[in-house]
């Protein structure tokens, strides 16, 4: 049954503002990063402040249209519009232009079109259409096989081209698969294993071990609120371990305090299990299990950073990490980037006042390094407003998301969510050194035809659908 | 109601998260940290360095001893280098490649991010094709400065070289950078900071290829370049030229003031070098070589060579004898061919005896001057030898001898006259008289005296009493005055009066026959001079001759010593003869005498 309702009544307002201030803060941003006193009017067309310009109205244009189509045809055509996404994604491997090594580009006369950037809406819609599919058992392997297909295969390919960046967007989608039943411990793992991926890299193997002893304790002392077997479960590790540091220095053993720990924790490990098991508690099973699959991950770690990433991706890695100080060669990006941010002070240099990014100490200036320009020129209040307005965008499209009735509507609204979230933690994570170097745009934000079209896309086909929710009967 | 609708808090709580993170990270490097701002400043500022024109320098008359071409370093600034065609480079330089190489690396050493000289003053043709095709070598450019150039090439020592500023001049003085140059000797480096003018600045914004992109806070911050100020010498070219001319074949100096002001007219040390020299590229070359030339012609004997003034000293015994009152200009004592007296002699040459005053000083009589010296240290005025030796010494320190003069050259000696101490030292204080120091009767044994002072006696003489620091500067451009300390009148303890036999007893000397230092004679002019032979225990005697005319309002005051040439009218008479009649007529009436010292061989000796 549909009920017949004024779209422009229903349509969320707001997230359409935010939308249109970002997009003209965009603009604004890209001409102060190229600025170029022989083309002083933001209009001059052969400037790429004049071309985006026409970019967002063609967006505007592309976002009213999404308003003219039926509701139901985004996820009547979800499997269609994603079959073309993947045969596109096939047909730039083969057609597309190489840029800078990468086969990601379709050149059409003078215009270059990304076909991965359209990729992530057709994703979004097909996996919304997946996991909305009646009786769906999510849990199940049929199911997991199916939505891991569904994420991995465009991923792939962007991959080959290769573009790594953009492929690894499409892990954000497991927020989504998370938000609609997958097991919390996927999450859990991947925040675990990320960090601990850096951890390894970054301090000695003894003192993440601790901190994983420690954690492990900690958690089973909030789970059990059992203070007294939190304590002796401390004192069977402490003894052992105490007994053989004694030992080692008294030059009787020579053994390091990295094997001496892990010794003690072997030592304990029985008792834990029997207290577990005549106690019945699953939840130290599980505690173990992360704890001692922590330090085997620690481990693996070494020998995964050393033996297979590239040789550039460890230099990213460690440039990130701090480990190396390179200011002219890999980490000169970052670095820059930083400078120009951070000579921004408070209240920044004013408007076209930025020499960092103006004169071409940031590379990627208006693209990828957008931020760099809103961080010098704006200062702390410019990227706090930035940052700010992305945090506002998304906790607003949560909840557009959630009010929608039809789980289609709510599981495409996490798929925006989800997107733009990646693009903007992992693009302001690297313009600011909290990330490696991954050149993904900054929705919105970044100079570019392609990004600024597929985001737009993306988010009013959520707002079209938001606008008729009430058409729906659940 | 979905069973995972919980969820959305999780999802909601990363972003929120995630944004913190963020919000605290930048407040970190943007508010926080301030090391940001200082880097983006360096990052896109591009500073020029605007070198003035040194000040140029010119001599009494006018005319220009010292004055500036252009020339043009290429700079380099390592850190802005990228890959160039070195093939054209090397080419263009007329360099080897692992030249290039390096001095990059050199630079480098020094900073990445701050220019230093790559290549030294290239030539303008070269600076034309380099200037062209720079566009093509980022990290490079032109910097223009300024050479010294010497139009007659004269005054070495006196005017001093400029050279590159070493390490402890930047550290002392925070004006000078790497590369810049400084005045190392004589007036550039007496008057280095009136002379190299204020450097200047501009700022550029620079984007990532140094390319220009505009001024930086719109030239506010830019300083104009002052020019040095222009500072005119007391020297007299044509003067210090003819010196340097009549000392080619001996080792030694000329020093000429103008008694009336102290300024110093010539100021010739031998062997000297030609200061274009130490210009250009030729001077590292140059420099070692004139380093290790045995005759070591660095050495400025004119200020730093201490030579025992001989003869030339009873002008001043004679004046303090005068003052004290132990003889007067008629006293006579006879010479027996010597001085002859408690055992010891000290031998004098054929003249008549007994002599007065004035002629012993006209005759430079030895022995005269030994009771004269015995008059002094055993005036009964005084308790001990000690205290009469140390008022005698009083006496000559006000003639500016034993001490620094405080001219205007930063290498001048004080010389030495001894003190009480210094006897007390050798032989055991009240163990020591008249005897044991009579050499000072005849300017000999202990005393150290440079040229200068001794031209400095010599206008003392001339002035009947006073005399006023010698320097080599008399205006600075833009100054009002000299420094007040050549303006200050210095007053010896003797009356001018007595001076008045002194000056009759050098007239006699040179003018009178029988005199000792008739090759100085001038005709029309009267010279008053006195010869001395410093006796060096190393070789033949030192020729020592001081001189002043005219004797009535004298004009010149002149000190000559050429080392090892013997008797004082040998070689120094004639020199301040000539100097003299060139200063006062500049014509020589006496060609044969120039002749002679031109040619430089003794006529027993030919």
Not at chain 1, 95 to 103: F, K, N, S
Not at chain 2, 233 to 244: H, I, K, M, N, V
Not at chain 2, 362 to 378: K, P
Not at chain 2, 491 to 504: E, G, K, L, M, Q
Request: with cysteine.
């Amino acid at each position: 049954m549909r009920r017949s309702i004024n779209i422009l009544n229903n349509t969320d307002w707001v997230a359409a503002g935010i939308y249109l201030v970002m997009v003209i803060l965009g603009w604004i941003n890209i001409y102060a990063a190229v600025f170029d006193e022989q083309h002083e009017s933001i209009l001059d067309l052969s400037q790429r402040y004049g071309k985006q310009l026409i970019w967002i109205i063609a967006a505007i244009v592309l976002a009213i249209t999404i308003f003219l189509i039926d509701t139901k045809f985004y996820s009547f055509f979800a499997y269609i519009i994603y079959a073309i996404a993947i045969l596109l994604l096939i047909g730039v491997l083969t057609l597309g232009e190489e840029i800078h090594g990468a086969r990601s580009w379709f050149r059409i006369g003078s215009f270059h079109l990304q076909p991965a950037e359209f990729a992530k809406i057709a994703t979004s819609l097909a996996l919304a259409k997946y996991l909305s599919s009646y009786n769906l058992k999510i849990k199940s392997f049929h199911a997991i096989a199916w939505i891991l297909a569904i994420i991995l295969l465009p991923a792939l390919l962007i991959a080959i081209q290769p573009d790594l960046g953009s492929a690894l967007v499409f892990f954000t989608f497991i927020l989504v698969a998370y938000r609609e039943g997958f097991s919390d411990a996927i999450l859990v793992l991947g925040v675990i294993l990320a960090v601990l991926f850096f951890l390894a890299l970054l301090l000695d193997k003894f003192i993440i071990f601790m901190i994983i002893l420690g954690l492990a304790l900690l958690v089973y002392w909030i789970l059990s609120r059992n203070l007294r077997s939190t304590f002796i479960a401390g004192i069977l590790v402490a003894v052992p371990a105490g007994i053989l540091y004694l030992l080692s220095r008294m030059d009787l053993i020579t053994m390091n305090r990295y094997y001496i720990i892990l010794l003690a924790v072997a030592v304990a490990l029985p008792f834990y299990l029997t207290y577990a098991y005549r106690k019945r508690i699953r939840n130290i099973y599980l505690i173990l299990l992360l704890a001692v699959g922590s330090s085997a991950f620690t481990f693996s770690v070494d020998y995964v950073f050393h033996s297979v990433l590239k040789e550039h991706q460890q230099h990213r890695v460690n440039i990130m990490l701090g480990l190396e100080s390179d200011p002219l060669g890999l980490g000169y990006n970052v670095n820059q980037s930083k400078i120009a941010i951070g000579s921004g002070g408070f209240t920044g240099k004013g408007f076209l006042q930025g020499t960092q990014t103006k004169f071409d100490f940031v590379p990627e200036q208006s693209t990828d390094f957008i931020f760099c320009t809103v961080g010098e020129e704006w200062g702390f209040v410019g990227t706090a407003l930035v940052i700010g307005l992305f945090i506002f965008l998304l906790i607003r499209l949560i909840k557009i998301a959630e009010r929608q009735r039809s789980d289609f509507s709510r599981i495409y609204g996490y798929g925006v969510v989800s997107v733009l979230f990646f693009h903007f933690a992992v693009n302001i994570g690297m313009t600011i050194g909290l990330l490696p170097v991954i050149g993904i745009p900054l929705p919105f934000f970044s100079y570019g035809g392609s990004s600024l079209w597929a985001f737009t896309i993306l988010l009013f086909i959520l707002l079209r659908l938001d606008a008729t929710r009430m058409e729906l009967l659940k | 109601m979905n069973p995972y609708a919980g969820r959305k808090y999780v999802i909601g709580g990363i972003i929120i998260l995630t944004g913190i993170i963020f919000l605290i990270r930048l407040f970190f490097i943007q508010v926080v940290e301030s090391s940001y701002k200082s880097t983006a400043e360096r990052n896109a500022r591009h500073i020029e360095i605007q070198y003035p024109a040194r000040g140029l320098i010119y001599d009494r008359n006018g005319e220009i001893l010292v004055y500036n071409e252009a020339a043009y370093d290429l700079m380099v600034t390592p850190g802005q280098l990228q890959a160039f065609d070195t093939v054209d480079f090397c080419r263009i330089l007329e360099i080897p490649k692992n030249e290039v190489i390096r001095r990059i690396r050199t630079a480098s050493d020094y900073s990445v991010f701050k220019p230093s000289i790559f290549l030294r003053q290239i030539s303008s043709v070269t600076y034309a094709v380099m200037q062209e095709k720079l566009y093509k070598f980022p990290g490079f450019f032109v910097q223009p400065r300024t050479l010294r150039k010497y139009p007659r090439d004269i005054a070495a020592h006196a005017l001093g070289f400029v050279g590159e500023v070493s390490e402890e001049d930047i550290e002392e003085n925070e004006y000078y950078q790497m590369g810049d140059y400084i005045g190392v000797t004589g007036i550039e480096l007496a008057y280095e900071e009136v002379l190299r003018g204020v450097k200047g600045r501009k700022i550029f914004l620079v984007d990532v290829h140094n390319r220009v992109k505009g001024s930086y806070q719109g030239g506010r911050a830019d300083r104009k370049a002052e020019v040095g100020e222009n500072v005119v010498s007391t020297l007299d070219a044509g003067l210090q030229e003819y010196g340097e001319k009549l000392m080619t074949k001996f080792r030694g100096s000329i020093v000429a003031l103008e008694p009336s002001t102290g300024e110093v007219l010539a100021l010739v040390t031998s062997p000297a070098y030609k200061p274009s020299l130490l210009v250009g590229r030729i001077r590292s070359e140059n420099f070692l070589y004139l380093s290790q030339d045995t005759l070591k012609p660095w050495f400025n004997r004119a200020l730093m060579a201490f030579y025992a003034p001989g003869s030339t000293f009873k002008t001043v015994n004679g004046a303090i004898a005068l003052q004290e009152g132990v003889i007067t200009t008629a006293s006579e004592y006879y010479c027996d061919l010597g001085f002859h007296m408690g055992g010891y002699s000290v031998a004098c040459h054929m003249h008549p005896s007994p002599l007065d005053f004035r002629g012993a000083v006209q005759h430079s009589c030895n022995a005269y001057f030994n009771y004269v010296y015995r008059a002094i240290l055993t005036d009964p005025e005084f308790e001990s030898t000690a205290e009469a030796y140390m008022n005698w010494r009083d006496h000559v320190m006000s003639f500016g001898f034993g001490d620094y003069l405080h001219s205007d050259f930063e290498n001048e000696l004080p010389g030495f006259v001894p003190d009480d101490q210094y006897y007390n030292n050798i032989y055991g204080e009240g163990h020591w008289n008249f005897f044991t120091v009579r050499s000072l009767s005849i300017g000999q044994g202990e005393l150290g005296i440079t040229p200068l002072q001794m031209a400095n006696l010599a206008g003392i003489i001339a002035n009947r009493g006073f005399y006023y620091t010698p320097h080599i500067i008399k205006e600075v451009e833009g100054q009002d005055r000299i420094d007040e300390r050549f303006l200050e009148k210095h007053n010896t303890r003797i009356d001018s009066i007595h001076f008045a036999a002194v000056a009759d007893g050098m007239e006699g000397a040179v003018n009178r026959s029988g005199g000792t230092a008739w090759r100085a004679r001038i005709a029309d002019i009267i010279v008053c001079g006195k010869t001395g032979t410093a006796e060096n225990p190393h070789g033949e005697d030192h020729s020592v001759f001081i001189a002043f005319a005219p004797k009535d309002n004298p004009q010149i005051a002149i000190s000559v010593c050429v080392e090892n040439g013997g008797f004082g009218n040998i070689w120094a008479a004639p020199i301040a003869g000539l100097m003299a009649e060139k200063y006062l007529r500049d014509t020589i009436t006496r060609p044969y005498m120039e002749e002679y010292v031109l040619r430089g061989v003794r006529l027993d000796q030919q």
